[in-house]
């Protein structure tokens, strides 16, 4: 499993999916890419779940067709001290979630 962690998440997120194999959209190269290209080039490279603070992405984008997974931060705002305490309900949904599944982390 691939994970790649969208440009709108801090980067020291990546941090706390140290057991996982995951690369940040700037790391790519992909930076300010529009949602359904970079589905398109996580696809490509072998990504199979995107970690997000866009809670519109299921919306925007068909999430099944394109053959990933997508993992939604929801908190106060997308600052690391909001997020972090998220971190361990992300670990235990990645272990069950599957391709075109949307699975929202955190409160409204």
């Not at 972090?84 to 272990?95: E, K, S």
């Amino acid at each position: 499993m691939r994970i790649l962690l969208d440009e709108c998440a801090p980067r020291p997120l990546k941090r706390e999916l140290a057991d996982y194999d995951v690369s940040t959209v700037v790391e790519m190269g992909w930076s300010g890419r529009k949602n359904g290209e970079l589905l398109t080039l996580m696809n490509q490279a072998g990504f199979t779940i995107l970690v997000t603070t866009d809670q519109n992405l299921r919306y925007q984008q068909n999430l099944r067709q394109a053959g990933v997974a997508v993992v939604v931060l929801v908190a106060l705002s997308n600052r690391l001290p909001d997020l972090l305490p998220l971190m361990p309900d992300v670990c235990q949904v990645l272990t069950s979630i599957s391709p075109g599944d949307v699975i929202e982390v955190g409160h409204d």
